[in-house]
C-alpha cells in the first residue's frame, strides 16, 4: 500500500483514511478544536465503509453457496458412481474435491467474518444472547447456522484427509460420499432458504 490517502470529513477537517479516529489536524471550521477526536464523523465514516463491506460480503456469500453446493453435488455424484462402479480414482475426482474444500472454506471464512464482526443479525443476537435464543431467527443467525456450517466443514476436512489415507479406490470414493455427503445433507439444512423463518432470497438482489 502507498502513503495513506485522506479523506475530508465534513467542511475544513482532514483525516487519514487509515485511521478515521486520529486527531482532527486543521481547525474545522464549524468549530472542531485541533487535536480533538470528532466521534461522531468519525463513527458515521466507519458505519458507511462497514455497511458497504457488510453488502458486498453477503452478496458473495449468497453467490458462493451455489458454487459450494454445485461442487458438492459433483463431488457426491462421482463418488458414489466410482464407488459402485469399481472406478479408479482419477485426476477428475482429486481436482473436484480440492475445488470444492476450497470453495467450502471460503464460505465458512466471509461467513465468519460477517458472524463475528458485520451482520446486524448477530450483533443484534450478542447483545442478549439469552433472549436471542427464545427468537427463532436470531437462534438461526447466533446458533443453528454457524454451528452446522462448522459440523458440515468438518465432515469435508475429516473426510478429504482419510480418503486420501486409503489405499484402495473403492474406499476412497466410499469415504467421499460418506463424508461429503453427510456434509452437503447439513449444509443443505442449515442454508437460511426463502421458506424458513430466517428467510433469505435464492439470488442476491442488486
Ligand atoms: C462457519 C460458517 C459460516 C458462518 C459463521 C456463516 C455466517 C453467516 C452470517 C453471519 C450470515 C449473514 C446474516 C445477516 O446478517 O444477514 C450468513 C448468511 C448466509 N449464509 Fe452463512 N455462514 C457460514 C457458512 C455458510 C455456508 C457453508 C453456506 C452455504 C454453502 C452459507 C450460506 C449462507 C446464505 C445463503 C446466507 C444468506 C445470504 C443473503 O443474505 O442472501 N453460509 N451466514
Known sequence: MGSPS???VGSGCEWLETTVLRPCKLRDT???IPGRLDLTR???????RMSGMYTALVVAHSLLRWVVLGLAVVA????VS?????RPWTGGDEQVNRFFVIAFDLQVLIGLILYVGLSPMTQAAFQDFGAAMGNSVL???AVEHI???LAAVALVHIGRVRARRAVEPAARHRTTAIFFGLALLITLLTIPWPFMPAARPLFPSF
Do not use: P
Open 6 to 8: 485522506s479523506v475530508t
Open 30 to 32: 464549524r468549530g472542531a
Open 42 to 48: 468519525a463513527r458515521d465514516v466507519r458505519r458507511s
Open 76 to 79: 457426491l455424484v462421482r463418488a
Open 82 to 86: 466410482g464407488w459402485s462402479g469399481g
Open 139 to 141: 437462534r438461526f443467525w
Open 147 to 149: 454451528f452446522g456450517m
